[in-house]
C-alpha cells in the first residue's frame, strides 16, 4: 500500500550545523513531495515542495532533492538556526490523473532540535 | 494572508457524544480534506471533498463520519458517537484546485479529547 518513511525521528544540531532528513516512498504513482514545518501546537506549514520531473529544488538554506528511481527524496538545512527547531513532515501524492490523487501521504515526522 | 480557520481550538465530549468540528476555508479554493493527528504520531488523510460531494476516504472514515459544507463558507466535519481513540488533533485543510503542484493549506487544528 502506499506509506512513507520518515529517518531519523529525532536531529539534535549545533546552531549553524547542517541538517538532513530522509524520506522512502512506496507508491510509484506518486508525483508531488511536499515538505511540512510544524511548530509546537501550530498547523504543519509548508516549507518547500518538489515534482518529479525535477531533480533538486532550493530556497535560501533549504533544499529537497529527490531520487525517483529509487523513490527517495531528501531535505537539507543548512546553516541552521534555533528557529528552525520544529517537527518535519515529509509527504507524498499521486499525480492527479491517477487513482488516489486527492491525499497526501505523511511520513512520521522529524523532530529537530537545534541548539545554539 | 488568507488562512484556513477552524473552530473550536480544543474540544472536549464524553465518550458516545456526536461532535461537530468546523472549518472556513480559503474563499476561492475547491478542494477540501480533513487529516487527523493522534498525539505523537503521523498526519493522517480522512477525506476529501470537491463539488459538494466527496471524492476520496480513508479506512478510518467510516460510518460514524460525516463532512458536509452547509453553505458557502464552511465546511465541517461531525463524529456520529465519539470513541476514546478518535482524540487527536483534527487539520481540515483546503487547495485551490487539484493539479500536480498545488499547495495544500492547513487549518491551526481542533485538539478533539474524548473522555
Known amino acids: 500500500g502506499e506509506n512513507v518513511e520518515q529517518h531519523p525521528s529525532t536531529l539534535s544540531v549545533q546552531e549553524g550545523d547542517s541538517a538532513v532528513i530522509k524520506c522512502t516512498y512506496s507508491d510509484s504513482a506518486s508525483n508531488y513531495f511536499p515538505w511540512y514545518k510544524q511548530e509546537l501546537g501550530k498547523r504543519p506549514q509548508l516549507i518547500i515542495d518538489i515534482r518529479s520531473n525535477v531533480g533538486e529544488k532550493k530556497d535560501q538554506r533549504i533544499a529537497v532533492t529527490l531520487n525517483k528511481t529509487a523513490k527517495h527524496f531528501s531535505l537539507h538545512i543548512t546553516e541552521t538556526q534555533p528557529e528552525d527547531s520544529a517537527v518535519y513532515f515529509c509527504a507524498s501524492r499521486r499525480g492527479v490523473f491517477s487513482g488516489g490523487y486527492n491525499k497526501l501521504i505523511f511520513g512520521a515526522g522529524t523532530r529537530l532540535a537545534v541548539h545554539p | 494572508e488568507p488562512e484556513v480557520t477552524q473552530t473550536p481550538s480544543h474540544q472536549v465530549t464524553q465518550m458516545g457524544q456526536e461532535v461537530i468540528l468546523r472549518c472556513v476555508p480559503i474563499?476561492?479554493?475547491?478542494?477540501f480534506y480533513w487529516y487527523r493527528q493522534i498525539l505523537g504520531q503521523k498526519v493522517e488523510f480522512l477525506v476529501s471533498?470537491?463539488?459538494?460531494?466527496?471524492?476520496?476516504k480513508s479506512e478510518i472514515f467510516d460510518d460514524q463520519f460525516s463532512v458536509e459544507r452547509p453553505d458557502g463558507s464552511n465546511f465541517t466535519l461531525k463524529i456520529r458517537s465519539t470513541k476514546l481513540e478518535d482524540s487527536a488533533m483534527y487539520f481540515c485543510a483546503s487547495s485551490v484546485r487539484l493539479v500536480v503542484n498545488t499547495e495544500a493549506f492547513f487549518g491551526q487544528g481542533t485538539r478533539l479529547t474524548v473522555v
Open positions: 471533498f470537491y463539488n459538494n460531494e466527496i471524492s476520496e
Open positions: 474563499s476561492n479554493h475547491l478542494y
